[in-house]
């Protein structure tokens, strides 16, 4: 079969490998689509892997071409999405269904081998089942869906709440169109990159803050504070906005990953104490039972298109293309959102 290794540092080729092995407990998956995560930007270009060569690959979606002897709730020919995390199911944080605290647990795309492949073989109780009335395009982005869901889960939101969004990247996007299906207020979506805010705006964000046109210290000179914000964007400047801008009593929900240091002057930090902010930080997106309930929300909401993701696709490309996508996702003022492999569609 064909699949994009990782062999260095910014080094990846289109090479032949064995179909994997079936084991009992799992099944092979002939891939539909397989999205590019963030995360997956350093382990590509900065050789962030476990090991060399690395498949990556972690939000996908295919048909199931085969199946494992003791397999019971899937047959061939079943069309899914698959949640990437594989927990041990025996730590301490398993047994109390917590899967994504799991101190033993593997990684499809990062600890084994991901989807941007012919096939891919996962264990069956990380398949869930797409309804006819989905395509697997769209189901290929149900992993990161469930992130946003997560990350709004978090807190607790009121009917009618205000919110603000920092970021609109994917897990930005997502998060504002799970919002504005959950039913809250006004959304506020603040980004640098005006071509994902006018995204923003079409598919439900109430308002658009770009930081290089108004700054956010100007913007709410006029406008109330929000009572919840969710920092996606997971940039060290707004992770410190996400205290400095929000109603006292407000609720913080840290979704982006941190990768620089992050400093909170006095008075910026003293703003938790003063308004008894309530902060939370949000990792994956699991619950039980496993994969838990983001991944059936997720699926109903786009099954039933209370969520659309299809605006956030903005490219398609083939496994010969190899790293284009990657190259593209990491030019400076990127209008790329979601761009996914097509590698066995529909």
């Not at 395509?135 to 807190?155: C, D, Q, Y």
């Not at 039972?289 to 059936?296: I, K, Q, R, V």
Request: charged residues 25%; contains cysteine.
């Amino acid at each position: 079969m064909r699949a994009l290794a990782v062999v260095g540092q910014a080094q990846m080729i289109l090479r032949e490998l064995e179909k994997p092995q079936l084991k009992t407990d799992k099944v092979l998956i002939k891939v539909a689509y397989c999205g590019i995560c963030g995360s997956d930007l350093p382990r590509y270009f900065e050789g962030g892997v476990h090991a060399f060569p690395q498949v990556l690959g972690h939000e996908f979606s295919g048909v199931i071409e085969a199946v494992g002897s003791e397999v019971t709730d899937f047959v061939k020919g079943d069309r899914v999405a698959v949640a990437p995390l594989i927990p041990c199911g025996t730590c301490e944080a398993c047994q109390k269904g917590e899967p994504a605290m799991c101190t033993h647990y593997s990684f499809i795309g990062s600890r084994e081998q991901g989807a941007i492949a012919d096939y891919i073989s996962v264990p069956a109780r990380n398949c869930i089942k797409v309804p006819a009335s989905l395509s697997l395009k769209e189901a290929a982005l149900l992993e990161p869906l469930t992130v946003a869901i997560h990350g709004i889960e978090r807190v607790t939101l009121h009917a009618g709440v205000s919110v603000m969004v920092l970021g609109a990247g994917t897990i930005g996007l997502l998060t504002l169109l799970a919002l504005r299906a959950k039913g809250v207020g006004n959304i506020i979506v603040v980004d640098l990159n005006e071509k994902k805010l006018t995204i923003a705006k079409t598919i439900g964000a109430d308002h658009l803050v770009n930081p290089n046109d108004c700054s956010l210290e100007e913007y709410f000179e006029t406008h109330e504070l929000p009572e919840v914000v969710i920092e996606t964007a997971g940039s060290a400047i707004t992770q410190v906005q996400a205290v400095r801008f929000v109603q006292k009593k407000g609720k913080v929900s840290y979704v982006g990953t941190s990768t620089k240091e992050v400093v909170f002057t006095p008075n910026d930090f003293e703003k938790i104490l003063r308004g008894e902010l309530e902060i939370t930080g949000s990792w994956m997106s699991y619950s039980a039972p496993f994969p838990g309930y983001e991944w059936t929300a997720g699926l109903r909401y786009m099954e039933k298109k209370e969520i659309d993701v299809n605006p956030l696709i903005t490219g398609v490309y083939s496994l010969e293309d190899q790293a284009i996508p990657f190259e593209e996702m990491r030019k400076k003022e990127s209008e790329q959102v979601k761009v996914l492999y097509e590698i066995h569609p529909e």
